[in-house]
């Protein structure tokens, strides 16, 4: 029987082995370590030549199953789940680039993605160069034949600009380029990655997957759909590994010597949280809606922006992308930075938080928190304003959001 609903799906994968207790749950192997029948088995496992687990920060059966459940809900070629969102964009791009390298990225980025580009990686020699993403002919002239990849975020936060992924995959395959999505806010029933051409996806799982901030990681998904000879740095992993290529130097080298690793208590959040994504991500959205009729009616409330919003510029990017839903993350400016604190101060029931895809909603003022450490230059030309608040949408019933939100703007 083919199964077609994401949920059911979801439900439904079967384990790599069959479970001697037949459990309805994977089982939470914490063992660090596995033991074998014979030091020839353990050899040929050393070699590849026997696929078994042998040390939980190189495998677990845990995090196996988390892996292969996430692989089969993406139709993906491989998923290797990590410690971290940031542990999955950090492991892909040293994967893909070295010293004397570069990649193509925008301004508009998550602000740790921002200073990992733009701080951290030129110290081991990897340069990114910033463009905007939206201008075609931009992108181009900055790419020369070390140029290794293009790295963008389906929906920028908290900027929630959406970018034109055809455009950007165009662009890839003329010039033999990984394209790399930072997917975080649009997750996987709402948004098919291979089939607009990207490469691979990085993934925050401490947000929508984890099933509402139980636990923090991260994933890596190969949609196998790149040609890893155009990559030099993959030369001696294409001849062994074939199109597992990327995969393979990342369980071989980047992630097993980096230490990244996913943990099988974590690993059982992800999977548990896997089954309920599309029943949470179906509430919010319709949360955000409401919202976004009560703030467009708001006379104190001076912006909205949510691409979810037929009335926003970006809906129809947001419709041809992500089904209408592109992620439950909006914003909205008041007056000042000074209303925007009071205002977070009368709140009860939404939270002060910095997470996204909770269950409960959060509220942040990104100007003073997020991008802090950045100038004055660097956060307005990131799109970030003092008069600008993030909402996460959260699960509640809406008309308890909407009276806390009208009794904090009325107090």
């Known amino acids: ?4 609903g994401f949920t059911t799906r979801a439900l439904n994968i079967p384990f790599a082995k069959a479970d001697p207790h037949n459990s309805l749950q994977m089982p939470l192997y914490e063992s660090v370590a596995f033991e074998f029948d014979s030091a020839e088995q353990i050899e040929a496992s050393f070699k590849g030549e026997y696929a078994a687990h042998v040390y939980s ?7 196996e199953y988390f892996e292969q459940k996430l692989k089969s809900l993406t139709k993906s070629h491989g998923v290797l789940a990590v410690s971290s969102g940031m542990a999955a964009v950090s492991n892909t791009i040293m ?9 193509i990225s925008g301004h508009q980025l998550f602000g740790h993605t921002y200073a990992l580009l733009s701080q951290s990686l030129p110290g081991f020699g990897v340069e990114t160069r910033f463009s905007d993403l939206k201008k075609k002919e931009k992108i181009e002239k900055l790419i020369d034949e070390n140029t290794r990849a293009i790295y963008f975020e389906t929906v920028t936060n908290p900027q929630l600009e959406i970018a034109d992924i055809e455009m950007l995959a165009e662009i890839a395959r003329k010039h033999d380029l990984l394209l790399i999505a930072d997917s975080t806010l649009t997750p996987p029933n709402t948004f098919n ?17 984890s099933g509402g901030a139980t636990a923090f990681g991260g994933a890596i998904i190969d949609h ?5 000879n155009e990559n030099p ?15 393979a130097k990342l369980r071989k080298n980047i992630y097993r010597n980096t230490g990244g690793s996913m943990a099988p208590q974590t690993a059982r959040f992800m999977i548990n949280g896997l089954d309920i994504l599309e029943l949470r991500v179906e509430k919010c959205y319709r949360n955000c809606l409401a919202l976004g009729a009560f703030f467009q009616s708001h006379p104190k409330v001076k912006a909205v922006e949510y691409p979810g919003l037929k009335c926003s510029k970006k809906f129809a990017l947001a419709k041809k992308y992500f089904s209408g839903v592109p992620g439950t993350i909006m914003t909205f400016d008041l007056e000042s930075k000074e209303a925007c604190f009071s205002f977070m101060n009368r709140l009860e029931i939404i939270r002060r938080a910095t997470n996204l895809n909770d269950n409960k909603t959060l509220v942040i003022h990104p100007h003073s928190t997020i991008y802090a450490e950045f100038s004055e230059t660097e956060r307005s030309g990131a ?15 809406v ?8 009794r904090a703007l009325n107090w």
Do not use: C, H, Q
């Open 1 to 4: 029987m083919e199964i077609k």
């Open 57 to 63: 920060r190189s495998s677990n059966p845990t995090v």
């Open 95 to 103: 994967a893909v680039a070295n010293a004397g390298e570069n990649i």
């Open 193 to 209: 990655a291979s089939k607009w051409g990207v490469n691979i996806e990085v993934v925050s799982t401490t947000k929508y997957i």
């Open 224 to 228: 196998g759909n790149f040609n890893w």
């Open 233 to 247: 740095n993959f030369s001696a992993y294409t001849e062994k590994f074939g199109d597992n290529a990327f995969i």
């Open 383 to 397: 799109g970030i304003r003092d008069t600008m608040l993030r909402l996460s949408v959260g699960i509640e019933n």
């Open 399 to 406: 008309e308890d959001l909407i009276t806390e939100i009208e």
